[in-house]
């Protein structure tokens, strides 16, 4: 079956715009979760849907925030964009809450200017 | 969850077994030790989880030592295409199994296989 897909790859923005990206989980997987990663701080969680709801959220402003449809996808947003929002922004998304291994898409690469 | 110590680097040759360690002292009885493994550029890849006892899948072992302080993650046969960042993470979970999907990752070792 198809794996975790995040649309766009890749994005350049300016600081100050805002940007939407998308991840499909893979078909019945219910949790969806985001992850930034930057060479200084490494992987970093951002937030975790299931069923539409925020489960959990890591240590991020305001500026970021998420949502997920009835179909599983989902959405993060950042607004007002910084130099420091550049980084690899991933998904991962698996199949029922507990000890299940979560499976990441490929990223999309933001840069913002 | 309980914080994790790896090595930042390490060498392999091809063919020969890669043993990965990990160190996670404060681990808490309800914590798993969940290992995955990021290829330059791409997202990261599920590897093996385990609690207490050894484990086995087709891409490599876990051994847990019984006080489960420390683990080592083996692949068998290392090949070139192992070239990795390996991380060891510790997750835990509420009672009935549920998790809030949140894996924190370090930094990782980054496995080197040479010909």
């Known amino acids: 079956k198809a794996g975790v897909t995040q649309t766009p790859r890749y994005l350049i923005k300016t600081r100050g715009q805002q940007v939407t990206l998308s991840c499909s989980p893979i078909s019945g997987h219910r949790s969806v979760s985001w992850y930034q990663q930057t060479p200084g701080q490494g992987l970093q969680f951002l937030f975790e849907?299931?069923?539409?709801?925020?489960?959990n959220k890591g240590n991020f402003p305001g500026r970021f925030s998420g949502r997920q449809f009835s179909n599983s996808r989902s959405e993060m947003n950042v607004s007002t964009l910084e130099l420091g929002d550049s980084a690899l922004y991933l998904c991962a998304s698996s199949s029922l809450e507990g000890y299940n291994e979560q499976f990441f898409g490929p990223g999309t690469r933001l840069t913002v200017l | 969850d309980a914080k994790t110590t790896q090595p930042p680097s390490m060498d392999c040759a091809e063919g020969r077994a890669a043993n990965l360690p990990c160190n996670h002292s404060?681990?808490?009885?309800?914590?798993?030790v969940y290992w995955y493994r990021q290829i330059h550029s791409q997202g990261p890849q599920y590897i093996i989880h385990?609690?207490?006892n050894n484990e086995t899948n087709e891409m490599a072992s876990l051994i847990i030592t019984e006080d489960r302080k420390s683990s080592t993650l083996i692949l068998p046969h290392a090949t070139l295409r192992d070239t990795a960042v390996y991380y060891c993470i510790v997750r835990g979970f509420l009672a009935g199994g549920t998790s809030y999907g949140k894996l924190t990752f370090g930094q990782g070792t980054i496995l080197t296989v040479h010909p």
């Open positions: 849907y299931f069923s539409e709801t925020q489960r």
């Open positions: 404060t681990i808490s009885g309800n914590e798993y």
């Open positions: 385990g609690l207490k």
